[in-house]
């Protein structure tokens, strides 16, 4: 295992520190006394608010336009800059640089999940970022910001929700409302297709009940894959265990972490007479003559009682 540099390891510490201290506010500035989401849609120049979908992506890319105001009160108050990914799909979310210190580089991915209504205690789940291309050769520039080994630290900042399953206006419904002054619905819109409320608050929120938390990439990781067809990083779903930082790494630490993603569905081991690859950390671990009984198991599903 390479040798632990103190220097970075006390820069990481201090800056999830501070992310953890700015996540405590978050709460209240995305949502309303109630717990809804104070985001009620789009709003058109003829004052028309139309809903927002509940498809996760579009959720977690308002989300994202939300909270940028608050992320670069955050970077300024830290004495950093933010560097935007350059493409889509590029990663980081966020680079944090020091203005101090250009080497002194931290990527942070914003990561948004909802609550499970049918497993209580765990959420859907979410994808920590490729095992592919940059993470195996760290001085790749292949679709990420700054080469891997750039960045001190790898840090996931998440949002958990709950899916308000009824609401008042359909995906595509148009509110008027009284509060923004004359509000009225497009000539090419059916009058039906329009609800009339005074307040914006009456109107239901997509989402509600919050939950911020911050944690390093590693600590959230699951052992398999998070999407089927791409080399994803999975994570853990029991959201107490994400709120801790208990992902299946927890006991053996980053470099494990690593090296098992590194090298996954790479490294192979007989099994029935036949050499296939190693999907699992516990498999990996005894292949490298480690402390299996280190593994954190991931805790499994259980679903709502009738």
């Not at 990481?12 to 989401?37: M, T």
């Not at 996931?156 to 008042?168: D, E, H, K, P, S």
Request: glycine share 6%; proline share 3%.
């Amino acid at each position: 295992m390479p040798a632990v540099d103190t220097n970075a390891q006390a820069e990481k510490r201090r800056f999830k520190k501070v992310l953890w201290e700015f996540v405590a506010d978050l709460g209240d500035y995305i949502s309303s006394e109630s717990g809804d989401w104070s985001a009620k849609g789009f709003i058109d120049v003829h004052r028309n608010l139309y809903t927002i979908s509940t498809d996760t992506k579009i959720v977690s890319k308002i989300l994202e336009i939300h909270l940028f105001p608050k992320l670069l009160e955050f970077a300024e108050s830290a004495n950093n800059s933010i560097v935007l990914a350059e493409h889509q799909n590029w990663y980081p979310d966020l680079s944090f640089v020091s203005l101090d210190n250009e080497a002194c580089k931290f990527a942070v991915d914003l990561k948004t999940t909802y609550r499970n209504p049918d497993y209580p205690d765990h959420v859907s789940g979410f994808t920590l970022g490729s095992h592919g291309a940059y993470f195996k050769d760290r001085t790749s520039t292949k679709n990420i910001q700054f080469p891997y080994s750039e960045y001190l630290g790898h840090f996931c900042l998440g949002i958990i929700y709950t899916r308000v399953q009824a609401n008042i206006l359909e995906e595509g419904g148009v509110a008027a409302v009284g509060e923004l002054d004359g509000a009225e619905y497009p000539q090419s819109l059916n009058s039906s297709r329009v609800v009339e409320f005074e307040k914006l608050s009456s109107i239901a929120s997509v989402i509600r009940d919050f939950e911020f938390f911050v944690c390093e990439k590693w600590e959230l990781a699951s052992d398999r894959q998070g999407s089927g067809n791409t080399a994803n990083i999975g994570s853990i779903t029991h959201i107490e265990d994400i709120l801790e930082g208990r992902g299946v790494f927890m006991n053996l630490g980053e470099e494990w972490f690593d090296e098992y993603w590194m090298n996954y569905k790479v490294t192979s081991m007989m099994k029935d007479g036949k050499s296939v690859p190693i999907t699992r950390i516990k498999d990996f671990v005894e292949f490298r003559g480690g402390d299996a009984s280190l593994v954190n198991p991931m805790k499994t599903k259980k679903k709502r009682k009738n």
